[in-house]
């Protein structure tokens, strides 16, 4: 389960990767609460925050992935990580003089979303090359579990500290602020001699569009995407849901809030902790199971009647969530090429955050309008069908025959392989080193 820490560099990566995350989610339950308090308890306002803070992966998170693939990445992160820092500490400022208003949150918030955009395709590109390729999908597995513990821990703690400060979100800002030195500290002492990068791409025209080139050339890299946009679009708005829920449909404060975010946090956990066992690329049927599951599970949660129910229907949920999240992620990781990693998996993440700035204030308008219940149950319905087309679709290109059998009697359904296949990129070498040495042949 922990078989990725015992590389030294990952560990001291994930140590401090645990602390800064804390932080972080600390500052999204600080920022979202402050809204609330600044608006009048608006859920566009809190969708418009939410998606100021995602919107920048759509400008910016492909030139992210070309910076990947060009420059080394720890330098990158290490540049990225301190500029977040800065950009934390200047809204704790702001909160702790009184003269923050909701401009300021919503700027700082872009700026914010802005150098994540380029820092989330470099972190995702770096972690093959301090682990190498037998251990991609360990590695992965245990960011989510890390992401999620620090989500346990987080909105729980930030909700306490701003309880016990009387609705003051500044001491949340600050511990974000600091907590950005644990990476950069890490960062900086790591074993460059025991990294693995990935050759450089030099600079030159037209890399943007090699990269969506190559993605739009394999199906299975096209599909992932999909379900990543759909599902990042309308499902992954529990920062809006949740405020709101506690909020307007349970009368409750911060403390509760950041126990609501706890609970989703705690399912998180589970489900990363349970995909850290998978040590081969997940199937595409897979991932449509899990989409359609998720789905399904917010849909019931917006249905229950009380806070507790409330509650424990998030348990599940959140892990519904992490395990479509960690098994897309290295689905997309596991099917690309080293040199293509960067630009592919800034365009993954382009797709699941991408989407915020147009579901988020949708989610929040609905929820606002007609009851925050009807939020969930509005994007989870949304995921429950999209995981159903792409379903189809699978069905579609893959051949399905009925046979009876006489003796003994019976119906069996064969499924054949799917038409085309997708070769991983092992293969696909293979057959490009063949076809250069005995054109015309095709590696079987």
């Known amino acids: 389960m922990f078989r990725a820490l015992r590389v030294r560099n990952f560990r001291r990566y994930a140590s401090a990767n645990l602390a800064s995350l804390t932080g ?28 100021l803070q995602f919107g920048p992966a759509l400008l910016l998170s492909m030139y992210g992935g070309v910076l990947a693939d060009r420059y080394p990445k720890r330098r990158l992160l290490l540049i990225s990580q301190a500029l977040m820092g800065l950009l934390s500490l200047a809204l704790a400022l702001l909160v702790a003089t009184g003269a923050v208003e909701l401009w300021h949150v919503f700027l700082l918030a872009g700026a914010l979303g802005s150098v994540s955009a380029l820092d989330v395709p470099v972190r995702q590109a770096f972690v093959p090359e301090m682990v190498g390729p037998e251990l991609i999908t360990n590695a992965v597995s245990l960011n989510s579990t890390i992401f999620n513990s620090a989500r346990l821990v987080g909105p729980a703690l930030a909700g306490l500290l701003i309880g016990a400060a009387s ?11 600091a907590s950005f030195a644990f990476t950069i ?4 002492g790591m074993r460059t001699d025991e990294l693995l990068p990935s050759p450089p791409v030099a600079r030159g025209r037209g890399q943007l569009r090699a990269g969506l080139a190559y993605t739009w050339a394999h199906p299975d890299l096209v599909l992932a995407m999909g379900l990543a946009f759909v599902i990042g679009t309308f499902g992954f708005n529990y920062q809006v849901t949740i405020a709101l829920m506690a909020r307007e449909t349970f009368g409750l404060g911060a403390e509760a809030f950041g126990l609501l975010s706890t609970a989703f946090a705690v399912g998180s956990l589970s489900g990363a902790l349970m995909s850290t066992r998978r040590s081969v690329r997940p ?12 789905g399904a599970s917010t849909v019931v949660a917006g249905l229950m009647p009380g806070y507790v129910s409330f509650a424990l229907l998030l348990v599940p949920t959140g892990a519904a969530a992490l395990v479509f999240s960690v098994a897309n992620n290295s689905f997309v990781q596991l099917g690309v090429e080293p040199q293509m990693r960067g630009r592919v998996m800034a365009l993954y993440f382009m797709c699941f955050m991408g989407g915020t700035p147009v579901g988020a204030p949708l989610v929040g308008w609905v929820s606002e309008r007609f009851g925050a219940p009807w939020g969930l149950i509005l994007g989870g319905g949304v995921c429950v069908v999209a995981g159903l087309a792409a379903a189809v679709l699978l069905a579609r290109h893959r051949s399905v025959r009925v046979r009876l059998d006489r003796a003994p009697l019976r119906v069996r359904v064969l499924v054949g392989p799917q038409r085309p296949a997708v070769p991983s990129p092992q293969v696909r070498a293979a057959e490009e080193e063949m076809a250069a040495k005995a054109p015309g042949q095709q590696l079987r």
């Open 185 to 188: 500290v890490a960062l900086a």
């Open 167 to 177: 609705g003051n979100t500044a001491p949340a800002f600050f511990i974000n602020a």
């Open 24 to 51: 972080t989610w600390m500052q999204r339950i600080g920022q979202d609460w402050l809204v609330l308090q600044l608006s009048d308890g608006s859920g566009v306002a809190l969708g418009l925050i939410t998606a």
């Open 283 to 294: 199937r595409q049927r897979f991932l449509v199971g899990s989409a359609v599951v998720f």
